[in-house]
């Protein structure tokens, strides 16, 4: 656990974020290219006010505690527990995992602010809210930017989906089923398989296991990409069922089958 621990904090990404503050960034660690200074601050300042706030914890270990410190506490233990469990078993660290990292650090500004004098508070409050406002401008003007873009294909296939009477739609979990149905407000559901080598084979993790029978699969496409269409294709072929090319838009192609292909194991 000790080499696992030092390798991870010692892990080299090269343009992508340290191994150490890839989660709290939120992608998965995968922020690529040269993000912002500005965007690493942020960061540092969200980590540097969660330990202040667990140095104000520990000063006060032998008092009474107050119910917003014991809040602090289960969110510390929280957070601490996440981290014990990938040293301990095979977990990757994901953001997703230490959602309770951001309460965490609202509770420690309002633990810091409690301890400030007077004229501290009003110089604390105006230097959180100057890094919020400049967050907003770096980080989210950006995204509604692209709002101004043409679609994106799988934006372009829900929509085709939805307008020609599809419910469902069948593809990889990864990069495919749910991210064409997202585009749909609701109106299509994404049944998924995982993996190119997997093709068919439904996904039991976050996925529903009850939108493959007959009648579903007559209101269904299943879209493939480069990456798994030549492996679907034969798979359907050698259980006798006849696909047939509904649409394409970029590297989706949307089939109809003529027989239900997804299955599961149990």
Known sequence: ???????????????????????????????????SRFLALVILFMVGIGLVGCLIWLSRIFQKEDGLEQCWILLLI??????????????TLRSIYIFMW???????????????????RYAWVVLVCAVS??????????????????????????QWAVD???????????G??????VYSQGKLDAG???????????ELANTPQDIYSAAQNEKALYVFTSEDVQNGLQCAQEKGVSMEL???????????ASKPLMYTNS
């Not at 957070?79 to 095979?90: E, H, N, R, S």
């Not at 951001?102 to 501290?120: E, N, Y």
């Not at 509904?246 to 109809?256: E, I, L, M, W």
Request: hydrophobic share 45%; proline share 7%.
């Open 176 to 181: 495919t089923a749910p991210q064409i149905a």
């Open 192 to 202: 998924c398989w995982h993996g190119s080598e997997n093709v068919y084979q439904v």
């Open 1 to 35: 656990a000790g080499r696992k621990l030092c390798l991870w904090l010692a892990a080299d990404y090269g343009p992508e974020w340290p191994g150490i503050m890839a989660p709290l960034a939120g992608q998965d660690g995968h922020m690529q290219g040269d993000y």
């Open 78 to 91: 929280g957070i601490i527990g996440v981290f014990l469990a990938t040293l301990v078993l095979d977990i």
């Open 102 to 120: 951001f309460p965490l650090v609202a509770l420690s500004g309002i633990l810091i602010t409690r301890k400030l004098p007077k004229f501290a």
């Open 133 to 158: 406002t400049a967050s907003l401008f770096y980080c989210y003007f950006p995204s509604l930017q692209l709002m101004k873009e043409p679609l994106p294909s799988e934006a372009q296939l829900s």
């Open 246 to 256: 509904k649409v394409q838009f970029g590297d989706f192609r949307a089939y109809t």
């Open 164 to 174: 020609n009477g599809y419910e469902y739609v069948y593809g990889e979990y990864w």
